[in-house]
């Protein structure tokens, strides 16, 4: 490894990064010339490459690039959470301690007591076959000496404060019965059960919606400004670090490039990279300019799915996961899905593909209907069917090479296809969404989440299929790749005619990529218009919170806003209120909205359910 050059001979040439010796009384954390590689002998690749940072009681600070660019490792690396093929060099101090000469079960006594970590991927972070509440409860009884009772107690008040709906029955819930959002709100009070003096968030809002996200960084705020709590909030998301954030870090291939305070770097950056990390999405939607949409590649013809719940006491209700949904998506179309998380975005993914079984109602596929076809003939129509997962890492086989991941689908459906040509297909396909040569050869572990990420969208992708499901995918991808895979839906769309189901919390690319967008809440549809039409003028007033949580990436704007939030939980799907479901919530309810649910009602182009939308107008 080449040696790390002086101090001051680094300032010399870079004066803008400020690099600190992080000795000051207040320091909680301080990297310092940290250094990882990977691999053995002569053939080892840098991930992180002399970095130096420091964050202080009371303080966040961000750290932004693009996906692969060093930002987890560099914090793994401190707590010393890597694989052992990772060589670790430089020193990180936790107050007077370096974290990186400790043995490791001393670092097991510092990690979930004084240090918390929110990892990217909930699911995969969460144990499958415990319920919410015991997981919540582990690290108190281990780390503090609690007794049971006193855990599930204090595991109530940890979920309560990050406002999980519906306590009582979550902590007796699995993760796999949580959304996303839900599933990573768990891993925030997890990561606070023993009061931490640092935690780090990896990605802590990747599996939010905006509504969530922002009641999640108005909580961390008020946490740090409470608790004194330093925090690391690693992201691709300039709107939460404009939220949150005192200081900002730039990571690039490794490097660090660019650290300042949040304004200078958001308004004022030096580096190229960075500006070009803030540079938003840009283009109308897509139904500015779209071509009317080819025959019905998928029909929902008013869909029910419904699923059991423990209500208290062993007794099990049923309860309404969607009611009613109609759409026809048409080839060469993209239709997006919004609305927080739980209100049944990713259950109508699966319904579509005739993953779960309706209740109600039917699902055609190029008009034909799945329900009563042999079994043969519903796996020859399952070929021009993909999807594309929301957790990256858990929907990719940790045994396998990204070669041989990407090449399943061909394997399975094209077996005339010998090795060579079959390599070559999944080796372009990888250069398509931005991973070359290199990547064949690497498992899952060695990938970064947004890496995982494009393998999977590779993977969805090989067959080019006819209809293509995307739940949240690009939720682990920073602003240059999301771009880039855009562009690559765009072209699948456009150029093949394959028509795409887009599921997302990320209304800036639902905006960009789709011709139409369906507002789902609690199951029922809230609104059905252009994209063009529902971002310039929305009707329900469900929408309009949605759109008017978008955050803004201005550190002088964004913490503001994020002051004034004050949106509530849905109510829980056992107990839902009469009459319009999102009356509980809304600023214009009146008592015609308690009385009777709103009738599916044309509005314009599109249709919206709402007593008053005419009254109040676009």
Not at 73 to 101: I, K, M, N
Not at 190 to 207: F, K, M, N, R, V
Not at 271 to 281: F, K, Q
Not at 489 to 517: F, I
Request: charged share 25%; proline share 7%; hydrophobic share 40%.
């Amino acid at each position: 490894m080449r040696s790390t050059p002086p101090r001051a001979e680094r300032l010399a040439a870079a004066p803008h990064l400020a690099l600190e010796e992080g000795n000051g009384p207040d320091t909680v954390l301080a990297i310092e010339s940290l250094g990882v590689d990977f691999g053995s002998g002569d053939q080892r690749l840098p991930a992180v490459v002399d970095v130096s940072l420091s964050v202080r009681r009371g303080e966040c600070l961000g750290v932004v690039g693009e996906s692969g660019a060093g930002k987890s490792q560099t914090f793994l690396a401190a707590l010393g959470l890597l694989s052992s093929p990772a060589r670790v060099s430089g020193r990180a101090r936790l107050g007077v301690e370096d974290l990186l000469g400790l043995p490791e079960r001393e670092l097991d006594r510092i990690r979930g007591a004084r240090v918390g970590m929110v990892f990217q991927d909930p699911m995969t972070s969460l144990t499958p076959h415990m319920r919410i509440g015991e997981q919540v409860a582990e690290p108190i009884i281990r780390h503090l000496g609690a007794s049971r009772r006193e855990a599930r107690g204090r595991a109530l008040e940890l979920l309560e404060r990050v406002r999980l709906p519906d306590v009582a029955r979550r902590m007796r819930q699995y993760p796999h019965e949580l959304s996303g959002g839900m599933r990573q709100r768990v891993m925030i009070a997890i990561a606070l059960a023993c009061e931490p003096q640092l935690l780090i968030l990896d990605e802590p809002t990747t599996a939010l919606d905006v509504t969530l996200q922002a009641q999640i960084l108005q909580l961390l705020g008020a946490i740090k400004r409470e608790s004194g709590v330093a925090l690391v909030l690693i992201t691709h998301d300039f709107g939460a670090v404009a939220g949150l954030a005192d200081r900002v870090a730039v990571m690039r291939s490794g490097r660090l490039i660019e650290l300042g305070t949040a304004g200078e770097v958001m308004k004022r950056p030096r580096e190229p990279y960075t500006r070009e990390l803030l540079r938003p999405l840009s283009g109308e939607a897509a139904s500015e300019s779209r071509a009317a949409p080819g025959p019905a590649v998928l029909e929902l013809n008013d869909l029910g799915v419904r699923f059991a719940a423990d209500s208290g006491w062993g007794r099990r209700r049923l309860w309404r996961a969607l009611d009613a949904i109609q759409l026809t998506l048409g080839a060469g179309e993209a239709v997006g899905v919004v609305g927080e998380s739980g209100c049944g975005k990713s259950t109508l993914t699966r319904a579509a593909l005739h993953l779960i079984r309706p209740a109600e109602g039917r699902v055609v596929w190029m008009g034909r209907p799945p329900a009563g076809l042999p079994a043969r003939e519903v796996r020859r129509l399952r070929r021009e069917l993909q999807i594309i997962f929301q957790d990256p890492l858990a929907s990719l086989d940790p045994h396998l090479t990204v070669e041989r991941i990407v090449a399943e689908p061909l394997t399975i459906h094209c077996r005339e296809l010998g090795a060579s040509e079959r390599r070559e297909r999944v080796r372009r396909m990888l250069e398509r969404v931005g991973l070359d040569g290199p990547f064949l050869t690497r498992h899952p572990h060695e990938l970064s989440g947004g890496q995982c990420q494009r393998v999977g969208i590779a993977r969805a992708m090989i067959l080019e299929p006819r209809l293509l499901v995307c739940d949240e995918p690009l939720s682990a991808l920073d602003v240059a790749t999301q771009a880039q895979v855009l562009r690559l839906l765009t072209e699948l769309k456009s150029a093949q005619g394959t028509a795409l189901l887009y599921v997302s919390h990320n209304l800036a690319t639902v905006r960009h990529l789709c011709d139409r967008v369906l507002v789902l809440y609690l199951g029922r549809m809230a609104e059905l218009s252009s994209a063009r039409r529902l971002f310039l003028a929305p009707r329900h007033p469900y929408t309009r919170e949605l759109l008017a949580a978008i955050p803004v990436p201005d550190p002088d704007l964004e913490p503001a806003r994020l002051a004034e939030v004050h949106l509530g939980e849905p109510p829980s799907p056992l107990e839902l209120p009469s009459g319009c479901l999102f009356r509980t919530r809304c600023p214009h309810a009146i008592a015609v909205c308690a009385e009777r649910a709103p009738l599916w009602e044309r509005a314009g182009e599109g249709w919206v359910a709402c007593h008053r939308f005419r009254e109040l107008g676009s």
